[in-house]
């Protein structure tokens, strides 16, 4: 591994923490950060600024959904790999049209973690055979990749209005590093590279209108 790869581990179990931080780190992993709660790990994540994110979905408090969707909104170049026992299909579904890089299930074998992360560094989403059975249907990586979350579409739009980086930051009160990370989901999502392109995607997924 060229680049040693930074983990936050989140989950309300130590013994799970403790268990996947010792497998993690004798693949060569550098585990930064752990949490037992959504709100500590907010505080980490902010702090380590991670390259994963491995977090449970059922969490004391705050639900998990909760973590995924604020790194989704906050640090979206941060990749989500979600290891839980959940499989209510509902929750699966809504986790996975996050964007997350990965969802498995705590049953698996740890090894299903490594082949995970593998495909989450290269960009590649992954699931669980399990969690396919669950949603009755194998999901599709290429059609995952192009649901846009709702701070994308919003950033599509002000993209669409010609306006800068600076300026779409300073609109939404965020940094021009997260809108940059936005508008290179939005591109790879999307499977364009021009505003030509995002125009003729937007208007045929009904994003925005003629």
Request: glycine share 4%; charged share 25%.
């Given at each position: 591994m060229e680049k040693q790869v930074s983990i936050v581990l989140v989950d309300d179990h130590q013994l799970i923490i403790d268990s996947i931080s010792?497998?993690?780190?004798?693949?060569?992993?550098?585990?930064i950060g752990t949490a037992c709660s959504v709100i500590e790990a907010k505080q980490v994540?902010?702090?380590?600024?991670?390259?994963?994110?491995?977090?449970?979905?059922?969490?004391?408090?705050?639900?998990?959904?909760?973590?995924?969707?604020?790194?989704?909104?906050?640090?979206?170049?941060?990749?989500v790999v979600v290891l839980s026992m959940c499989d209510d299909r509902v929750t699966v579904?809504?986790?996975?049209?996050?964007?997350v890089s990965a969802y498995l299930l705590k049953s698996q074998s740890i090894r299903n973690l490594q082949t995970a992360l593998e495909r989450a560094i290269a960009g590649r989403f992954y699931i669980s055979e399990e969690i396919a059975d669950v949603l009755m249907a194998k999901v599709d990586a290429d059609i995952t990749?192009?649901?846009?979350?709702c701070r994308?579409?919003?950033?599509?739009?002000?993209?669409l209005d010609e306006l800068s980086n600076k300026e779409i930051a300073e609109?939404?009160?965020?940094?021009?590093?997260?809108?940059?990370a936005h508008r290179r989901n939005i591109y790879r999502k999307t499977?364009?590279?021009?505003?030509?392109g995002l125009m003729k995607w937007a208007v045929?997924?009904?994003?925005?209108?003629?």
């Open positions: 010792n497998f993690l780190s004798s693949l060569g992993y550098k585990i994540i902010t702090i380590q600024d991670p390259d994963i994110v491995i977090c449970d979905i059922h969490m004391p408090i705050q639900r998990g959904t909760d973590l995924v969707r604020w790194i989704k909104e906050q640090k979206p170049w941060v990749k579904g809504e986790v996975v049209s996050m964007g990749r192009k649901m846009l979350t994308e579409e919003e950033i599509l739009r002000l993209i609109k939404l009160f965020i940094s021009e590093r997260t809108v940059e499977s364009t590279s021009s505003i030509i045929e997924n009904n994003v925005v209108a003629l």
